[in-house]
């Protein structure tokens, strides 16, 4: 990517002009100076990113797994995010999540995606465990069955990696309310994860820590019980 510190577009060329010149009058190939030519507009400064709420309804942060559900040593944690990525956090441990951009980030890198249903509304808390980090996400559905859809669905992604390049997914446990995996892959800046995920109603609650250890595998479960 190359930087366009000044703003302008300076001509290439051989001419042996200071910058100050070159502003304001640009050069041909040959080294003759053009007329004067006025520099284009500054590009407008971007659209600054709304800060989400911390709740969503009447879900709030008291709905996800508390620091101690995942064991010992966790806390909350704040996500800022980064408005250079076009997300922010709320300033709070719990931040609402846009259903849509879930649904594209929620299958593991290497993993085929499946057809899952569209949540009405998401909400995630953010933890840490020293330099660990986990998050929880409470996905609600329109009904009881939409959320059991998505849950068989997503448990069949999950399984179907198992064995695919690049991922190196283990299922841990897994019922008809309930699944967990370790995994490993080749990409991303976290590349170890428990994950598990659970049905309860008309709600899917999805939790995730940098812990593949039989430890971080106890954590998740506890999470979801």
């Known amino acids: 990517m190359v930087a ?8 290439a060329g051989s001419c042996a002009l200071g910058l100050f010149l070159l502003t304001l009058t640009g050069c041909t190939g040959n080294g003759a100076i053009d007329a004067a030519v006025p520099p ?32 010992h040593g966790w ?6 995010g980064n408005p250079e990525d076009g ?11 846009e259903p849509k ?3 594209a980030a929620i299958t593991p890198l290497g993993c085929r995606p499946g057809d899952l249903p569209r949540p ?31 849950f068989a669905e997503h448990s069949r992604v999950l399984t179907r990696c198992v064995g695919s390049r690049g991922v190196d997914m283990v299922v841990e446990a897994a019922s008809d309310r309930l699944i ?18 659970g049905r309860r109603g008309d709600e899917v609650m999805l939790v995730a820590v940098a812990d593949p250890s039989p430890a971080g595998v106890r954590s998740v479960i506890s999470a979801l019980a």
């Open 180 to 197: 967990v995996t370790t995994r490993t892959e080749q990409l991303g800046d976290t590349p170890v994860w428990t994950e598990g995920v």
């Open 87 to 97: 997300y922010v956090g709320s300033g709070q441990p719990a931040t609402a999540r």
């Open 120 to 150: 009405e509304s998401a909400l995630e808390v953010t933890y840490a465990k020293g330099k660990l980090p986990g998050v929880a996400l409470v996905l609600r559905f329109g009904d009881n069955q939409m959320a059991g859809h998505f």
């Open 4 to 11: 366009d510190i000044s703003g302008r577009r300076l001509v």
């Open 40 to 71: 284009p507009a500054t590009p407008a400064p971007a659209e600054p990113i709304d800060r989400p709420s911390s709740r969503v309804g009447d879900l709030g942060q008291e709905d996800l797994p508390e620091p101690a559900d995942l064991g």
């Open 75 to 80: 806390d909350y944690r704040v996500d800022h």
């Open 101 to 103: 951009s879930v649904l």
